[in-house]
């Protein structure tokens, strides 16, 4: 069984509360995933951009559905969310501290959708908080707007001020953490405060619970249509997420390896070892619509038709275009018109002919 494959023993008699290492490792988990999986996709998009491109753009909201998925299985199932329970830990409502509920129990309604909604809305609004001040970076170094237009004063002081928000944010679990290792806190995250649960570990009893559950999941028998039907749904959304936390347990260290061997720390390190030669040009513009972009002229942009201004090439392909109209294209698509590749801001890259 998936959901308790990942446990080896029973709590221990120590009591039922986890060492802050449990904790953070459970959090660091699901932190590991995302990046590897966004590098997976971003592989695939640039190796068949036309096939594979809408899900590097559409990355973050296809994550946040998986996520949903997975969270809502494993909180309805284990009382946990799937990092949780990789670690053999669940989610009790905080209370007066009598008996402690089983695993299958599940949590109340108040707690689960509040757990459910932390868990994927957060982390999905952090992330796009981060993106957006990373474009609006990108904007304020490469934009073309009027230095003294009220747009850029506006992301300027929001810029200016959202590293003391976030330094803020960080601070605020920092706090928490120290309070947990110190005894002071029952909880290792605000974020658990704010569903009103606590992490205690499970015992002998939740994991017979748990077997005992699935065995008479997978035994029941509908024989209603109406049943059937919310019977082959819901076996369906449980056999999605059960592939999902499946291929998670089992590639879990393979995903957080490849989050080190892609971190910006290791770089460097990765740059000498894969040295390679420059690619060739791509091969696939003569047969796809694209190509119907580029103009017979050398000095005519592919994209307005008319003789470039501010002559600007993408880094990622190479074609050559005018300033302004890569920069609206790139904002827009954020891939390269002629090739489809992936593409940023940052690869603007400005040319200076002889005669400028």
Known sequence: MAEVGAHLTAAPAGGDRPSVFEAVAQ???????????????????ESNPARYGFLWRWFDEIYVLLDLLLQQHYLARCSASFSENFYSLKRIPMGDGRQQPLATAGLPKRQHWKSLLLLVLVPYLKGKLEKLVSSLREEDEYSIHPPSSSWKRFYRAFLAAYPYVNMTWEGWFLIQQLCYILGKAEHHSPMLKLAGVRLVRLTAEDIQALETKWAETTSNQTHSFTSRVQSALRKALGGIAFSLSTGLSVSVFFLQFLDWWYSSENQETIKSLTALPTPPPPVHLEQEPSSALLPSLKSVCPLCRKVRVNATALATSGFVFCYRCAYSYVKAHQCCPVTGYATELQHLVKLYSPES
């Open 27 to 45: 959090d660091s988990l699901m932190a590991a995933v995302k990046p590897a999986l966004q590098h997976l996709v971003k592989v695939l998009a």
